[in-house]
């Protein structure tokens, strides 16, 4: 179960934090640094590069949170509130980012392909919004997650 463990939290780390990176860092200093007709070719080959590692955490934390909802508490049933909170902002997630990924980041790399700088533009925007919704989610999934098994108490 230790592996488990440590393999969820790994997974969302790198997801969550990938996001919350390229939200409140890395994109307000491209605005300051980069012209604005390689944004689109600097944002595709970051997102080719973090959404490989998006995919594997997917898999990782559907296959360790499974594992561990059979495993700990004998299925769903068994399991808290906060394991059915997590489940399914966790699958409205991995909904959000297969939206990305198939749709406004696959044509954000045409743009770059067609050397379109506004179509890119308007892509990376597109997945900007989309990314601070799913880091918002994310962040709410943390703290559930943290904080899930403990009684509240005013």
């Not at 997801?15 to 604005?36: H, K, L, S, T």
């Not at 909170?85 to 743009?111: E, N, S, T």
Request: net charge positive; charged share 10%.
């Amino acid at each position: 179960m230790s592996l488990a463990i440590a393999l969820h939290v790994l997974s969302a780390v790198i997801w969550v934090g990938g996001m919350f990176f390229a939200y409140m860092a890395m994109r307000p200093a491209v605005v300051e640094v980069i012209d604005a007709s390689q944004r689109g070719v600097l944002w595709c080959h970051t997102l080719s590069r973090f959404f490989r590692w998006v995919w594997a955490a997917v898999i990782l934390l559907l296959v360790t949170g499974y594992w561990m909802i059979f495993s700990v508490f004998g299925g769903m049933a068994g399991a808290g509130w906060h394991i059915h909170v997590m489940q399914g902002l966790g699958i409205v997630m991995i909904l959000l980012y297969f939206h990305v990924y198939f749709a406004p980041f696959r044509r954000l790399k045409q743009a770059v392909a067609n050397q379109d700088p506004q179509e890119g533009g308007r892509q990376v925007a597109q997945i900007r919004r989309l990314v601070g919704t799913n880091l918002l989610l994310g962040l709410i999934v943390v703290a559930i997650a943290a904080g899930g098994r403990y009684p509240v108490s005013f």
